[in-house]
Structure formats: C-alpha cells, structure tokens
C-alpha cells in the first residue's frame, strides 16, 4: 500500500518560512500531477498548487509570488516553500499525487500562523 508521508508542519510567526515536504513510500507510476491542499479550520479543503508530471506549475491566486512546489523525482517527494506566512494560511496542509487510476493522499500536516 503506497503512501505518502507529510512533514515540516509546526507553528510560525507571520511574515516567517516553512517548508513541507510529502515523500511516498515507494515508486508511483503514472502520475498525471502532483498537488497540495489545504483546509483552514471551518472551511473546505481548497487547493494551493500543483505540479505536473512535466514542470508546468499552477497556484491559487492567494499563495502566488509566496508559495512554491517542486518535486524531487529521484528521492519521490514533493515540496511546498511557503515564505511570507500570514494568519490565513493556517490549515491543514494535504498533498495529494493524481494518477491514470486516481491518486494518494497524504496524512496532513498542521500550519499554525500566530503571533
């Protein structure tokens, strides 16, 4: 059973950096992208960016020019730099790796902006 395991949640002042990082546990084949989520409390899960199987990279309008995905291939894990965190960017941060067949999803990691 593949899985994705996530990291590099925790707490983080405003204006501060954090970067998550979802590793699968093993090869996956076939996949058409390879995305995050993220669901603030009381609210639907919404998604922040994604990559495709190429490098053509996608973000929600409220992340753009803070956040950036990238993938490493080679070690099969997925990453989110998120720099300049403000107070509404706390959720719960799900990766999600889309197939031919449908996809994973990660285990989420919580992202708390306070002062």
């Known amino acids: 059973q593949v899985q994705l395991v996530e990291s590099g949640g925790g707490l983080v002042q405003p204006g501060g950096s954090l970067r998550l990082s979802c590793a699968a546990s093993?090869?996956?084949?076939?996949?058409?992208?390879m995305t995050w989520y993220r669901q603030p409390p009381g609210k639907q899960r919404e998604l922040v960016a994604a990559i495709t199987s190429g490098t053509n990279t996608n973000y929600a309008d409220s992340v753009k020019g803070r956040f950036t995905i990238s993938k490493d291939s080679t070690k099969n894990t997925l990453y989110l730099q998120m720099n300049n965190l403000k107070f509404e960017d706390t959720a719960v941060y799900y990766c999600?790796?889309?197939?031919?067949?449908?996809?994973?999803w990660g285990q989420g990691t919580q992202v708390t902006v306070s002062s």
């Open positions: 999600f790796w889309a197939t031919n067949t449908g996809g994973y």
């Open positions: 093993e090869n996956i084949f076939n996949i058409r992208a």
